[in-house]
């Protein structure tokens, strides 16, 4: 796909890959609508880009209420004519043991991370069937391929982003409209942080600031520029590539995974730091 010149909408655009996303995609010389739930850091970050001469728009979204995406959908066709990439990137992670995780938390995670996905998709897909192109991006995780305790709600919006990725695929082929599923492990971003976007009345800590360096040592892996993973999206989009994955780890992992389900063996974790 050619993106000189295309209008891309971005989810999650303030920080970490969307914010990468976003600025790689103005170097391909595209105009770019920048949404997110953190109004501030977004208007921060989309003055900036204005002010370096970049073709931003910034919308106040949260992916989680469908009628927000919609209108995120109208604000990006009448300000821009035509969207040509979705990038429904916006997520949110929560660990705690899956079986005390309260309904609301999982009303937040699944809303965010794997409705907002839907609502997007919901939202855009005609538009790119009825222009004959276009390109969707939905970031799962390697979270979305394979399992580690504490982190239950966050898997299972995951696995469901990965899910609903392949059949859409499936059901777009020769349609004109290409899908992307990003499934990144560690990125050097803010998602550790992510009760900073909580809703009010889940009463969740303001988090404490979270040492990369730290994650790198207790995880045994290297937490990536999100300009690189951007950069392999892009790729993906060009070349129309489906899978974006982003360490070779994921790959061992899931073909232990994968042994064990068809083995019919109970799942275990592999230690951390397995290449
Ligand atoms: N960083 C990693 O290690 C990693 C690994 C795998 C997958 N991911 C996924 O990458 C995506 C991007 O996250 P990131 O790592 O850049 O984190 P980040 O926290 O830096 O960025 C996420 C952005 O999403 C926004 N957001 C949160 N809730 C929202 C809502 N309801 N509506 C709209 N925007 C909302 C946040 O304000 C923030 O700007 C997420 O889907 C995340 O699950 C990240």
Known sequence: MELQGRVAVVTGAASGIGLALTERFLTEGMSVVMADIEAEVLHAQSARLLADGAAVT?????????????ALRDTAVSAHGAVHVLCNNAGVASGGATWRTKPAIWDWVVGVDLLGVAYGVHAFTPLMV??????IVNTASEAGLCATPMLGAYHAAKYG?????????MELAGTGVGVSCLCPELVRTMIFESTRNAPAHLGLRKPEAVSMEM???VMKTTALDPALVAGNVTDAIVEGRFWVLTHQSTRTRVAHRNDRLEQEITPEMLPMGVK
Not at 63 to 70: K, L, W
């Open 58 to 70: 910034a919308v106040v979204c949260d992916v989680s209420d469908a009628d927000q995406v919609a």
């Open 130 to 135: 009825e222009q004959g192109e276009g390109h």
């Open 161 to 169: 982003v990965v899910g609903l990725s392949e059949a859409l695929v």
């Open 215 to 217: 994650l790198e040592s």
